[in-house]
């Protein structure tokens, strides 16, 4: 989401050529040059006052000097004046003003009431009280992600007393506020003016969004807690002194907390949320300055002109999409190949085309079946150029070089020893993810569950959202409805794509017949206009015409995607989506144009559905084919012996067999099963009409 935020914003400003500042491209007139203009209009130089004899005063100001406000003679006061308490400070924060001072009056001069007001508190956030921790807690979240906000105000709907224990990524400013708290990642961009813009700009996403979860934790009761949990406690030697203790079904948890003191806090569950962090594999001399990963990158501390990116897949891309945006020379380096990788993670075959279509547009090298052997040299002065030796297969290593190296070689669950999990009972798998039920997501330890990235599945916040929702209502005895297996990936590049369900290849493998209904995005008003360089494609079972998946490359997708979501959720079929009213000059339009190009490859497509629906008739389709008496109505009927119908008897046929036909539907029938033009129906046609209503019959079709 941020990455995506960040390659609007590069997409969107340019360079004014007047004062060098950088401005929407939407804007014609510079307003850091509107402003210099208003300010000299305002102040305009004045000439010294001169004294009667030609001198100038010593009261007046010199042509040059700035002019300052009048000052108060040495024996007077300065006037003080009370500011208006209705009046909010712009210079306070807005998290501050929200907690001081009384709201605005509404409209009709009642005090407005919102419904967002926060009750009284002390302290800064991110800090409880001793006499509140001393209290008892139905829950206890250890991690302040998407996940873990989600898991604590689950409970608190649940009438559940939560408290969340985080321990920072980035410094809290001096009100409290995390930047990262309740976001999926941390930010921070410096220093070149445009890498600064886009920090500030990054910067005030992130504080809003911690700024509003934190609004909701307090509007529900819920504690948030700055500092480190612990589920045991340890000696100054490091060495385990006491397990997590229990008492009852109680748990205690040891907490240090952000800026010294300590406390232990008896709860009776716990949610566990520590994350992922970006994977660092062994042998790069990662440093923060020249050498990031996925999460250093953050803390780039210049623009650089140059970048080399190890990865291939949706983050790799990202970032190389990002700095090309920013101007950097871009090269990916790709141990594999990039389609390859893309189909791994379930994105289409001609979505994956398209985005590497799209890199190689904005002059992204992708070198594949390349890897980095060695890092040649690495000077910490960022003015010399960072050297590599890369060895491609069936070719001499050779040596490129490129201001900083980005590895995005994925994630890795974050469980600290410092948990102290495995000495409490709680077992990891293989690769170091917390092990839980994957239905109720309880550890191996009672009353200990864990969600988000920090056990196995997607990774993304919301599957980790959804994980911490199941896992509270299983913990508190509500049950959940049930387990996600399927979810809607987004990813968000420009343009962004989106996808839910199969691909027609893993349809196949799976054994439906799969076809898929494809359309670009100029096939409706709204993308000719706005966005033609777009595509949307159905997968769907040509059987059943259910629809199986929906994939979108485009603008909206990661809105769109979420009605193709449903689309395959309910096992709806093309007829459906092309019988469905869509509002004029919407995306959603291209939902029905590719269920109508998928129609059109089906031998028996929409056209066929009322001939077919009005043809079943008491007797299964597939008794009289099995039966042979469809064939004996057949040569009853055909008296000239010719091995054809015409309308009239192809009406009396159906009528013996018990369908009750209008003899509209019989002329449509032959319309559409003549092939020959000769206002008849031979019996393979006929027989193979059948075939098809016996499966249609069979698979709960015909109702």
């Known amino acids: ?100 001072g009384p709201p605005p009056p509404a409209a009709n001069g009642a005090r407005r009431k919102s419904t967002m007001q926060l009750a009284p508190r002390i302290g800064k956030v991110g800090t409880v009280s001793d006499d509140e921790l001393k209290r008892k807690y139905d829950l206890v979240v250890i991690g302040g992600g998407p996940a873990g906000v989600a898991g604590a105000l689950k409970a608190a709907y649940m009438g559940r007393r939560a408290l969340i224990i985080d321990c920072p990524k980035l410094a809290p400013d001096r009100r409290g506020i995390d930047p990262s708290f309740g976001g999926p990642t941390a930010q921070g961009l410096d220093n070149d003016v445009v890498w600064k813009q886009v920090r500030n700009m990054c910067g005030r996403l992130a504080c809003n969004n911690s700024e509003s979860q934190v609004d909701l934790l307090w509007k529900f009761k819920v504690g948030y807690l700055q500092g480190t949990a612990q589920l045991q406690k340890r000696n100054k030697d490091g060495d385990a002194r006491r397990r997590a203790s ?22 009776e569950k716990i949610l566990l949320c520590t994350g992922s962090k970006a994977l660092q594999l062994p042998g790069i001399p990662f440093d923060g300055k020249r050498i990031f990963d996925a999460d250093s990158i953050f803390h780039l501390g210049h623009l650089p002109s140059s970048v080399v990116i190890v990865g291939s897949g949706i ?43 799209g890199l190689e547009a904005e002059n992204v090298v992708v070198l594949e079946d390349t890897a980095v052997t060695e890092f040649t040299e690495v000077p910490e002065d960022i003015t010399q150029p960072v050297k590599l030796t890369i060895e491609k297969k069936g070719e001499a290593p050779r040596v490129i070089e490129t201001d900083i190296y980005l590895a995005a070689t994925g994630r890795s669950p974050f469980v600290p020893d410092s948990l102290g999990l495995q000495d409490c009972g709680i077992a990891k798998t293989k690769r170091g993810h917390i092990q839980v039920d994957k239905h109720i997501l309880q550890t191996t330890a009672n009353g200990v569950f864990a969600a988000g990235d920090c056990i196995e599945g997607p990774a993304l916040a919301s599957t980790g959202v959804e994980q911490a929702q199941r896992a509270m209502a299983n913990a508190f005895g509500t049950g959940a409805a049930h387990v996600c297996e399927d979810f809607p990936v987004g990813v968000w590049t420009i343009p962004e794509m989106a996808y839910f369900g199969m691909t027609k290849a893993k349809a196949i493998e799976k054994g439906f017949d799969a076809d898929e209904g494809c359309v670009g995005y100029d096939s409706c008003l709204r993308g000719r206009v706005f966005a033609p360089d777009g595509m949307l494609k159905l997968v769907f079972d040509k059987n059943t015409q259910v629809i199986l998946g929906v994939h979108i490359i485009g603008s909206d997708a990661c809105e769109m995607v979420h009605y193709g979501m449903d689309l395959v959720e309910r096992k709806a079929t093309i007829f459906d989506v092309i019988g469905t009213l869509f509002t004029a000059v919407t995306f959603h339009e291209l939902f029905k144009e590719a269920a109508l190009d998928g129609n059109s490859k089906l031998e028996f497509g929409i056209q066929w559905q009322e001939v077919l629906k009005a043809l079943s008739s008491p007797t299964p389709a597939r008794n009289l084919l099995e039966t042979g008496e469809l064939r ?19 009406m009396v046929v159906l009528k013996d067999m018990g369908a009750d036909v209008h003899p509209s539907i019989v002329t449509n029938l032959i319309a559409l099963a003549d092939d020959d033009g000769n206002g008849t129906i031979e019996w393979p046609e006929f027989e193979k009409i059948f075939k098809v209503l016996a499966s249609m019959e069979e698979l709960g079709l015909m109702g």
């Open 1 to 100: 989401f941020f990455s995506s935020n960040i390659q609007r914003i590069m997409s969107s400003i340019a360079k004014c050529t007047t004062c060098g500042n950088y401005k929407l491209k939407t804007v014609t007139n510079c307003p850091f040059c509107e402003a210099k203009a208003r300010e000299s209009q305002r102040s305009p130089q004045r000439s010294p006052q001169r004294s009667p004899r030609g001198a100038a005063s010593k009261d007046a100001p010199a042509a040059d000097a700035p002019l300052r406000p009048p000052q108060p003679k040495p024996h007077e006061s300065p006037k003080r004046t009370r500011p208006d308490p209705a009046t909010p400070d712009p210079a306070k924060p807005l998290l501050q003003r929200r907690l001081s």
């Open 246 to 267: 229990t008492i009852g079904n109680d748990i205690e948890v040891y907490v240090d907390k952000l800026g010294g003191g300590k406390a232990v806090i008896t709860t």
């Open 315 to 357: 983050v790799a891309i990202e970032f190389a999409r990002i700095m090309r945006k920013v101007g950097a020379q871009v090269t990916m380096v790709v141990r594999g190949g990039v389609m390859s990788a893309l189909e791994r993670i379930g994105l289409d075959v001609t979505i994956a085309e398209r985005l590497i279509i």
């Open 632 to 650: 004996e109505r057949f040569e009853a009927i055909d008296t000239s012996g010719d091995g054809s119908l015409d309308e009239e008897e192809l």
